[in-house]
């Protein structure tokens, strides 16, 4: 069950590529890899692909007491694969929230494994965060997962409840993103906002006292669905 306890550590773990553990916008000495369902190739970081670095740097930019622990996986992995790591996550209780960038468009028997373990996850009172651009996208498609986009008509971030099913739209702008070691851009997409309302969330749930009232009213609205 969900409950408002603190604790001192507010762990996340991210689903997404690996990281440069050099990035200077990462406090890589608040971050840990876990390789054991990672591919050779998924455990070397690609200067072509700093998804995981932009990921991780925004999370910490939210929530500088962060501690992240990374599951590093690329583009050939499998849905069995993300649900291998969920389910790890779960029966570990690594931590309270998972961030995920990554989707699938075909609903198949392994995306049906994959919401039965998100709904464990959230019975259980683990938060997963997944962008989610369009409705029929797995896992942020899920109604046990808090589904995020962007939106350029808002001004600010928003929440609603739809069907028994929670997205967040946050206004559609270029993030300041590292990207490599120390090497920025500009760019836009629900990858970025996912990591920002990760990080946003993961602070209120291990600190009541934030002051962000929509991050509050999300919590509690997590807390009814459960």
């Not at 001192?8 to 000495?29: P, Q, R």
């Not at 690609?46 to 990374?70: D, Q, W, Y």
């Not at 962007?150 to 997205?167: A, L, P, Q, T």
Request: hydrophobic share 35%; glycine share 4%; charged share 25%.
């Amino acid at each position: 069950m969900i409950d408002d306890k603190q604790t001192d550590k507010i762990t996340v773990c991210v689903i997404d590529s690996m990281i440069d553990m050099k990035c200077e916008g990462i406090n890589t000495k608040k971050l840990s890899v876990i390789p054991y369902f990672s591919s050779k190739s998924a455990l070397v970081f690609k200067e072509s692909n700093g998804h995981g670095n932009a990921v991780c740097s925004l999370i910490h930019n939210k929530n500088r007491n962060a501690e992240i622990i990374l599951f590093p996986v690329d583009h050939s992995d499998s849905p069995d694969k993300i649900t291998q790591i969920l389910r790890f996550i779960l029966e570990n209780h690594l931590s309270r929230i998972v961030n995920i960038s990554l989707g699938f468009y075909k609903y198949t028997d392994s995306i049906r494994k994959m919401e039965d373990t998100c709904n464990e996850l959230l019975k259980n009172g683990i938060f997963v965060v997944a962008a989610c651009p369009q409705d029929n996208v797995y896992p942020g498609g899920f109604k046990s997962v808090i589904g995020v986009t962007i939106d350029k008509c808002i001004e600010d971030m928003i929440f609603r409840c739809i069907n028994g099913k929670v997205y967040v739209w946050l206004k559609n702008e270029p993030k300041t993103l590292w990207w490599r070691r120390d090497y920025v851009i500009r760019e836009y997409g629900s990858s970025f906002a996912t990591a920002e309302v990760t990080g946003m969330l993961s602070k209120y749930i291990y600190d009541s006292e934030c002051e962000n009232k929509i991050i509050k009213e999300l919590w509690q609205l997590m807390k009814r669905i459960q």
